[in-house]
């Protein structure tokens, strides 16, 4: 199992930066599983945004957020990073980060169904 927590949300102007930090905890290693973050804004699916996989090698991001936002890991934190910035009111969402279900892949992946571990979410305003 594994815990995860994300902080660092809160409500920015449109064109602010905020960078989201989500820790994880407990037995599953978290150094040899991709992360991703997904989003959920009012009244819509949770949709993918950036994943990362266990080495740092390969990164994926949503076509509307390349060019703004970077994630990075830390293994040794077990902390996975999301830097946004340029922010605009359409990436107002609850912010949330999961684990990949499998250990060492290479390949970094966007369907949610890919990852069993989910944190409580953190929530990011942009206002205009």
């Known amino acids: 199992q594994m815990q995860l927590v994300e902080t660092g949300g809160g409500l920015v102007l449109a064109g602010g930066s905020l960078r989201l930090s989500c820790v994880a905890s407990?037995?599953?290693?978290?150094?040899?599983?991709?992360m991703g973050w997904f989003r959920q804004a009012p009244g819509k699916e949770r949709e993918f945004v950036a994943a990362?996989?266990?080495?740092?090698?390969?990164?994926l991001y949503t076509d509307s957020v390349k060019g703004r936002f970077t994630i990075s890991r830390d293994n040794a934190k077990n902390t996975v990073y999301l830097q946004m910035n340029t922010l605009a009111p359409e990436d107002t969402a609850v912010y949330y980060c999961?684990?990949?279900?499998?250990?060492?892949?290479?390949?970094?992946?966007?369907?949610?169904?890919?990852?069993?571990?989910w944190g409580q979410g953190t929530q990011v305003t942009v206002s205009s």
């Open positions: 407990g037995p599953s290693r978290f150094s040899n599983r991709g």
């Open positions: 999961a684990a990949d279900r499998r250990a060492y892949r290479s390949l970094v992946l966007s369907a949610p169904t890919e990852y069993d571990y």
């Open positions: 990362i996989n266990w080495s740092s090698a390969n990164t």
